[in-house]
């Protein structure tokens, strides 16, 4: 190997550095290595969606098919004869394709997708070709071929795959540069949205994972680079303390899952009692949970700190005339059924082919025994004069044949045997004429109407193989989930208000509340001095610490009331305002910026709570009032870099409580959005109504259950539920219910006897079941009766439910409604009603926290304040509190 050396001085150190250039094989060996490990082991062939392994696995399994089962170690060592790898390679990728249950009939233990355990060693196991791969996979006549690498034997370069194969079982690989990861596929959806292509219509494929789940898919970008698929386990809450995982996300195993569920309580995130795995052939993972915890916070928690909530990045990347082509999963798509297209051509133009051949021979056969053109060749005695005395005796009757008579033609002619001359039948001969006449005349329509025949095809592997395949991953769009208002708080907090510190190390000191290691902390200082920080040990703020408190992100509701003095003999000013954006670690000054500012009084309100305050004046000369009540309610809440609005010019002796105040703000409008089930403000999906700090939601399911919760943004509803709407406490619930232990159907009205706790409101039996309910003041219903033999249906009967039962408890059965049998019970249009108005004890005239830096004049301060600048921070925070006096 030629080297080239050359040598540098390194003037400042006096070293000499050597810089070696390497030529010859070196130059090429990286380059010949990557391209192998991406061509011949890695990236899949998008022609037929094997990676070269795969495909020789699956010639492996013709060569040996015969209708029964193989071991996998037979075939595994068929298959060497084509791969010149290691039999654990080809073990390996034999039972992922198994594991896939698409093309390979498996027997023994193959493992499990679920719960991550291997298959058994291959001499245990076995294996046959599946009927959807005897189908569409195999046609040695449309087969291109090669040498294998040892030239013994040859192999496919593409097996025909008349399906998007590649799609329905995914694909995933690294090479040397590049990887590739395509996500599986319905089957049911692929063939739908090939025929829609095939009839030139747009399609959208999303991909369906083996392990079921919700997937999010919003920004699956066709599957190419840059895509990324929010994939979730499907939790359900069994009971108060129990939560059930039925279903999990691809890529994870219920071991992986568990594990990760263990790391987030060790660390303290969650807070479970213990985790029971019944998985089987279905998922079952249950997580009992402490006393006194929250099932729905948990969930999210789950999603927000466990392998609950994975994402994958998907990327499209196949081989192309042998090269690496990234490409969408809709490009493939189209590729593939355009490809499955041409090779059904090829079929059929073979078929055809050999149809005409079939017929051509019929024929002549025909006409040499029809015509007994063999006695023609008695008389010859050279093999020249065989063929020249058969050729002459076919002349005069070959006119309606579609090609010439060739050597071979007449050859075959003398082979037929004497017997078959003998017992030749002209009506039959011409009846298998007839029929490939037919079947000619198919295979030319089929040709001249190819996208037809190809839909009919694609429809018919949809009959044939799509029972059982429909979709398994639920699509809905996800809610992010903030950690910080679901991790469990872990550690605790203490305040040293004096020096200025706050940590979790400061045990000696005072204790502030539970937090946790994620969370941002809010301090207030008596110089009117404001910070943001991330919780620690040990985190200096500024000395007399007057207000400490964990932060909740985009919190508006949380108001901070506060009056100070300007500078050491300055004014003094009111303002409410609220925190919304911050950067953390970062002084800000909520007074008006002057040397020796302080505060004399300050409160946090987590509800605008506007409470009722009395000045007291110093007694400094000709003062004429001293002493008045200022209400923080007349005070409109403004930014928090608002200067306020004037209280006094005078010296202020101190500020007292008189009265707490009632929120101020207006009440929430809360929606309920469907997809992804889930309240929110943001006006999205359906308006429940507006909410103050005592209203409570009424949630009743299908399966006879009924709760109030409070209408918090992080609470989950079953998929059974059927009524969702704010709670009137004085309004009454009207169902009717088939009673499983009785048969009969019972009438009941009842109140919501206990806020928050979840009650049946039917009987427990396995068989019983809701009919109706209804939140309406006066219900009306209508019952149809089922026709009974050798008698008229008796007649619909409308059910006043006011007037049938009183309003009783929740655990009454009621009243039976009929003797008769009942086909079934519907809604009816309600009674009028004019309903009671709600009356609420903080109803007054309420100010809109979003309102800020509008001028006003009230009775015990004027507005001085002009300014309206906003700080543009980088980090949203938020927090709540209590009032300080100074």
């Known amino acids: 190997m030629a080297e080239e050396h050359e040598e540098l001085l390194n003037e400042e150190s006096g070293n000499h550095e050597t810089i070696t250039k390497v030529t010859g094989m070196y130059k090429e060996w990286f380059l010949d290595y990557a391209s192998y490990v991406i061509l011949e082991r890695a990236v899949p062939a998008i022609e037929d969606g094997f990676k070269p392994v795969q495909r020789r696995i699956m010639h492996s399994m013709k060569d040996l098919d015969d209708g029964r089962y193989n071991k996998v170690a037979n075939i595994v060592g068929h298959t060497m004869q084509y791969h010149p790898h290691g039999d654990a390679s080809i073990a390996d990728a034999m039972v992922q394709i198994g594991q896939k249950d698409l093309l390979i009939d498996t027997q023994g233990n193959w493992g499990n997708i679920l719960t991550g355990d291997r298959a058994a ?75 829609k292509h095939l009839n030139g219509k747009r399609f959208t494929l999303l991909p369906d994972f083996p392990t079921a789940g919700v997937a999010d898919f919003t920004n699956y970008n066709d599957g190419m680079r840059g895509g990324k698929v929010r994939v979730r386990a499907q939790i359900s809450q069994r009971d108060k303390n129990t939560l059930v995982i039925t279903e999990i996300p691809y890529g994870t195993t219920t071991s992986s899952l568990i594990d990760s569920i263990l790391k987030a309580n060790d660390k303290g995130k969650i807070k479970i009692k213990k985790i029971e795995d019944n998985t089987a052939a279905d998922v079952e993972i249950l997580i009992h949970l402490p006393s006194g915890l929250s099932p729905d916070k948990t969930i999210d928690a789950l999603y927000a700190f466990t392998n609950c909530e994975t994402s994958i990045s998907p990327l499209g990347c196949v081989i192309e005339d042998n090269k ?34 079939q017929w051509h021979f019929a024929s002549l056969e025909r006409i040499f025994i029809e015509n007994r053109i063999y006695r023609d060749i008695e008389e010859e005695e050279t093999w020249d004069g065989v063929i020249s005395a058969i050729d002459k005796g076919l002349q005069p009757h070959i006119q309606h044949l579609k090609r010439k008579i060739t050597v071979e033609d007449i050859t075959r002619l003398t082979e037929i045997r004497i017997k078959r001359i003998s017992k030749f039948d002209i009506d039959k001969a011409q009846q298998k004429i007839d029929a490939l006449e037919d079947q000619i005349a198919e295979v030319k329509h089929h040709l001249a109407n190819l996208i037809d025949y190809a839909i009919a095809y694609f429809e018919r592997l949809k009959k044939e193989y799509g029972e059982g395949k429909e979709r398994k991953t639920e699509i809905r769009i996800f809610d992010d989930v903030d950690a910080t208002k679901v991790v469990i708080r872990n550690t605790k907090l203490y305040v040293n208000r004096e020096e200025g510190f706050i940590g979790t190390s400061l045990r ?25 920080t991330k919780v620690d040990t040990k985190t200096f703020i500024g000395k007399n610490i007057i207000h ?24 003094s000013y009111v303002k409410r305002f609220a925190v919304t954006s911050m950067t953390r670690d970062r002084e800000y000054d909520l007074t008006n910026g002057t040397k020796g500012s302080s505060l004399w009084y300050f409160s946090a309100n987590p509800n605008g709570e506007a409470e009722v305050v009395t000045i007291m004046l110093r007694n400094v000369g000709s003062i004429k009032k001293l002493k008045w009540d200022l209400d923080f309610a007349d005070i409109l809440i403004k930014g928090r870099t608002s200067k306020g609005n004037t209280v006094t010019k005078y010296a202020i002796k101190r500020v007292e409580l008189k009265e707490k105040g009632v929120s101020t703000l207006k009440p929430r409008k809360i929606w309920f959005d469907d997809t992804v089930r889930r309240l929110n403000v943001d006006g999205r999906g359906d308006l429940i109504g507006e909410f103050r700090g005592e209203d409570r939601l009424l949630v009743v399911s ?34 009717i219910y088939y009673d499983g232990e009785k048969e009969r159907y019972y009438v009941k009205r009842f109140l919501i006897e206990q ?3 979840e009650d049946d409101f039917i009987s427990d039996h396995p068989d019983s079941q809701l009919e109706i309910v209804s939140t309406d003041w006066r219900p009306m219903a209508e019952v ?103």
């Open 755 to 757: 806020e928050g706790k």
């Open 324 to 357: 690496p082509y990234f490409v969408g999963v809709t490009e493939m798509l189209r590729r593939s059924t355009d490809n499955t297209v041409q090779l059904l051509k090829n079929e059929l133009e073979i078929k055809l082919g050999e149809y005409e051949e």
């Open 508 to 532: 000696r000191d005072e204790y502030v509340g539970d937090c946790s290691d994620i969370d941002d902390i809010i301090c207030f200082t008596n110089e009117g001095k404001m910070m943001v």
């Open 702 to 735: 299908q399966s006879g259950r009924v709760k109030t919760i409070i209408p918090e943004l992080t609470a989950h509803f079953e998929d059974d539920m059927i009524i969702l709407e704010k709670w009137i406490p004085k309004k009454p619930l009207s169902a």
């Open 548 to 571: 400490v408190a964990v932060f909740k992100k985009k919190d508006k509701r949380t108001i901070y009331n506060m009056i100070y003095r300007d500078g050491k003999k300055g004014p």
């Open 121 to 195: 060693a291959s001499r245990y196991i076995e294996a046959r070709l599946s009927k959807f791969a005897l189908d569409v996979v195999y046609n040695p006549k449309i087969t291109e071929w090669q040498a294998s690498y040892d030239g013994r034997r040859k192999e496919p370069i593409n097996l025909p795959v008349m399906f998007p194969l590649l799609l329905a079982q995914g694909g995933e690989g690294i090479a040397v540069g590049l990887s590739t990861k395509i996500l599986p596929h319905n089957f049911i959806e692929l063939i739908e949205a090939s025929v």
């Open 784 to 886: 149809e009766f089922t026709k009974e033999r050798g008698k008229d249906r008796k007649p619909n009967m409308e059910v006043n439910l006011e007037e049938f039962i009183s309003v009783k408890g929740i655990t009454a059965q009621g009243n039976q409604l009929t003797r008769d049998k009942i086909n079934q019970v519907s809604l009816l249009e309600s009674l009028p009603y004019e309903a009671p108005d709600e009356v609420h004890a903080d109803e007054l005239e309420v100010v809109d926290e979003e309102t800020v830096d509008t001028p006003s004049q009230d009775s015990a301060s004027s507005n001085t304040d002009t300014s309206s600048e906003r700080d543009k921070d980088d980090t949203e925070l938020s927090g709540d509190g209590q009032g300080s006096l100074f």
